[in-house]
Every structure is written in structure tokens, then in C-alpha cells.
């Protein structure tokens, strides 16, 4: 008999992680359950997919497989800095935002270096530091949903390394209003970073955007702005996003702490053309906005009162256990993500999908207990 995997041999931090909470797949699915999954709703992917510009460009791209793509990815940086009026030292592209998280982390975290998030939070943006030793503290939204401006200045005294956070908000969904990012500015030490996670910063409404960059700028605070190209502009199985620091040193840094061809070509050509059909985008953005105000209230009269959201999604509270009741859709074909971060325990997400998926996920959803108890 072969003798144990020495356990010793993977450092502590990692083996005192969670596993990852990730979706499930479904070629996954359909094996797992024997049926087909009808409405796949627990990873925040557009149900309109990407732009049919970007799919031609990916197709176009893989007859030049055989060659290394551009390490320094120039062609998207430029696109994406001029884009938005900044230079292109200052952008970075990864694999996926996530790739961007590691990178931040594995470049600037030190053994007891101290992390602030919020919380219910993003699972990438406290494993991620954990796994370099660095103590988290999670400050937990206000009971109303607004963020929580005074614990996160209360926690920022002790001026930590890091401050991470994603607005709007994943899992919960509601945005950070200007006035509020502003006071956690004002409130931060000018030797913590800032890493701002825009994933969902297309879905916010109108009137409830602000230039986040623009602000980090003024104050002149060392930070990174988080995109991605896998929620609104659904590319999420090409693996690309961004990051705007705020001097170019750090995307140095990042460059280095990043895998140098980690992002491939066809994602990079992908990229650069969705972010060009403007009218693709706004369907989608239309689409959310519509349905999340359709299947909040449905929800309400469900008996689950949902968080406030900007986003593809809805975080609802589930009285009960959520992963049983995941587990109970999942038998239905239906796909949402029961939260597992404590105290949260008793609330799920659900993405946005199609006006169909919506409704196949509000049949399939039993009346929550408090509502069968009335
Ligand atoms: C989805 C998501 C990301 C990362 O997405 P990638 O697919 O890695 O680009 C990052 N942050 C938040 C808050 C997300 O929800």
C-alpha cells in the first residue's frame, strides 16, 4: 500500500481554506442528476452570451493557436485605456478578474499583513489573502443593506494592507453610493490599497453611477479598479478581465506576480470586440434591469424578502437552510447558489437569466415557510 499524501507538504493556509463554492457546470449537471439543467442561474453568466463580433473575433484568432499570444496584451490595454482616458501603463488584463485578485495578493501581502472586506462577501477576496497568512476582517452590512460606512472606517483606523471589496455588491447587490465611497476614502491610510471590484458596474442604474477611477484619482490613494468581461458582456469560459491601478508601478508588479501568457489569444480578440458593440451590451443591461425588478417582487410575494440589487442577480433570504433548497431546485433543473458564508447560511443567489429561465426558477420555488405559515 502506496503510503499517505504527507500532509505537511501543503502549507497550512491552504489546507485551513474551504473548498471553492463554485457553480456547477452542465455536462456536470446532467451527469450528476440524469436530467437536463432548465434554467442554470447560479453563476451570474449572460443569458444572452457574448456579442456574435466577439465569437467571430475568437474564431478568426484560433487559426493562430500555434504562436504564443502577446504577453504584454497591448492591443486590449490600448483599447481599454483609451477607452477610458487613462494611459495604458495603467491597465492590466488577467485571466479573469480572479487571476487579477491573485496577482494583487501574492504582490502585496505579507505572513499577519491585515485584509478589511465586507461581508456577505466575494469568497476570491478573502481566500485569496488567507492563503498568504494575512489575518480578514469582515465587516458586515448594515441591517438595511446600505453599506456598512462606519465599520469599514472603524476597521480602516488600524490601517490595514489591503481594503477589497466589490460594488455593486456579489452575493448581496446593492451599489456604494459616491457619498459613502468617498467617506471610505477619506477614512483610508495613504499606505492601504484599495482594490474596488466593478464586476457588475454595467447593470448599476443611471442615476446611481459614479467614476469611481476618477475619485481614486483626485485623492491620489494607491488602488486597483476591478472589471471583468465575464458577467455583462458574457464571456465568463474565455477567462478575461481588467484592472486600472492607479500608478504604474503596481502593474509592474502585477505583471510579475501574474502567469505571463495567462491570458489567451483568442479571449484577448474576444474582448477587444465586445467591448465595441455597444448595442449588444445594452440588451443585456436592459434585460437585467427589467427582470430584477420582476423576480424581486415575485420572490416578495414568495415570502422571501430579497436584498436591494444593481446587478444580474438577487440575493434572497431563505428562512431555512439554503442549501436544501438548491439542492431541491436542483432536482427540478434549476441551478442557484445556496450562500454557505456564515451568518448567511439562510440566503441564496440567483442570477438574473432569460424571461423563461426566470420563470422556470419562480415555478419551481415553493412558497417560503413563513409565507405557508401565514
Ligand atoms: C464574477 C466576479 C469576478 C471575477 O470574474 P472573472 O470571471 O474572474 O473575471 C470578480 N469579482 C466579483 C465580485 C465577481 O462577482
Request: hydrophobic share 45%.
Amino acid at each position: 500500500m502506496p503510503a499517505p499524501f504527507p500532509h505537511g507538504l501543503i502549507r497550512k493556509e491552504v489546507r485551513d481554506l474551504p473548498d471553492y463554492n463554485a457553480g456547477l457546470a452542465l455536462d456536470r449537471f446532467k451527469a450528476t442528476y440524469g436530467i437536463d439543467c432548465l434554467a442554470k442561474l447560479d453563476s451570474n453568466e449572460s443569458p444572452l452570451g457574448p456579442s456574435p463580433r466577439a465569437i467571430k473575433a475568437m474564431q478568426e484568432a484560433a487559426t493562430g493557436v500555434a504562436r504564443y499570444p502577446d504577453a504584454a496584451n497591448s492591443a486590449l490595454r490600448g483599447t481599454i485605456a483609451s477607452a477610458l482616458g487613462t494611459d495604458t501603463s495603467r491597465v492590466i488584463i488577467g485571466n479573469g478578474s480572479e487571476d487579477l485578485i491573485g496577482a494583487l495578493f501574492r504582490a502585496i501581502i505579507r505572513p499577519q499583513d491585515h485584509v478589511v472586506t465586507i461581508c456577505p462577501s466575494f469568497g476570491l477576496h478573502e481566500f485569496g489573502a488567507l492563503t498568504f497568512g494575512a489575518t480578514v476582517t469582515k465587516v458586515p452590512f448594515n441591517a438595511d443593506w446600505t453599506f456598512p460606512i462606519d465599520g469599514l472606517c472603524e476597521a480602516l483606523r488600524s490601517k490595514p494592507r489591503v481594503l477589497i471589496f466589490s460594488s455593486p455588491s456579489n452575493p448581496a447587490g446593492p451599489a456604494i453610493s459616491e457619498q459613502e465611497f468617498r467617506a471610505v476614502i477619506a477614512q483610508t491610510d495613504p499606505a492601504t490599497l484599495i482594490c474596488f471590484d466593478e464586476a457588475y458596474v454595467e447593470f448599476i442604474e443611471p442615476g446611481e453611477r459614479f467614476d469611481a477611477l476618477g475619485i481614486l484619482a483626485e485623492t491620489g490613494q494607491p488602488s486597483i479598479v476591478l472589471r471583468t468581461f465575464s458577467k455583462a458582456y458574457g464571456l465568463a469560459g474565455a477567462r478575461i478581465g481588467y484592472g486600472i491601478a492607479s500608478d504604474p508601478l503596481l502593474i509592474k508588479a502585477l505583471m510579475k506576480t501574474r502567469n505571463p501568457f495567462g491570458v489567451n489569444a483568442m479571449a484577448a480578440a474576444a474582448a477587444a470586440e465586445a467591448l465595441k458593440d455597444h448595442a449588444h451590451l445594452a440588451r443585456v443591461v436592459d434585460l437585467a434591469t427589467t427582470e430584477r425588478k420582476r423576480v424581486s417582487a415575485a420572490l416578495e410575494a414568495k415570502g422571501y424578502p430579497c436584498a436591494p440589487t444593481q446587478t444580474n442577480f438577487v440575493f434572497f433570504d431563505t428562512h431555512a437552510p439554503a442549501r436544501d433548497l438548491a439542492e431541491h431546485l436542483r432536482g427540478k433543473g434549476v441551478l442557484i447558489k445556496g450562500w454557505q458564508e456564515a451568518p448567511f447560511e439562510h440566503w441564496a443567489r440567483v442570477t438574473i437569466g432569460s424571461r423563461a429561465e426566470n420563470d422556470i426558477f419562480l415555478d419551481a420555488l415553493p412558497d417560503s415557510v413563513t409565507k405557508a405559515q401565514v
